[in-house]
């Protein structure tokens, strides 16, 4: 069992920065694929960052590239989302989700790949 904490959720405004940061147990979290989700209120789950393997690169939905980065810390068990120039519709609760193995090809997308989630944090940006 992993367990995933999500923490670093807030109200900014927008053109703000926010850091989430995600910690998961286990000892052997280089090889763990990791992933952030976003859902805002009425809508699906969205795909947000991945990075399917500690050693392959990283990922990201379109609507975020050039303004968010994600990183991790393997020493840490633990994977950061730096999220700049925050605009009202990143407005959601972001999910951390993982998964033991690494996530191949395009699957990394895919939130039924990660068999891991945390409960979430709440981002409210204001315009």
């Known amino acids: 069992q992993v367990q995933v904490v999500e923490s670093g959720g807030g109200l900014v405004q927008a053109g703000d920065s926010l850091r989430l940061s995600c910690a998961a147990s286990?000892?052997?979290?280089?090889?763990?694929?990791m992933a952030w989700f976003r859902q805002a209120p009425g809508k699906e789950r969205e795909f947000v960052a991945a990075m399917p393997w500690s050693s392959d690169g990283t990922y990201y939905a379109e609507s975020v590239k050039g303004r968010f980065t994600s990183s991790r810390d393997n020493a840490k068990n633990t994977v950061y989302l730096l999220m700049n120039s925050l605009k009202p519709e990143d407005t959601a609760v972001y999910f951390c989700a993982a998964n033991p193995l690494p996530v191949y090809d395009d699957n990394y997308r895919r939130a039924d790949k990660y068999g891991f989630w945390g409960r979430g944090t709440q981002v409210t940006v204001s315009s």
């Open positions: 286990g000892r052997t979290f280089t090889n763990y694929a």
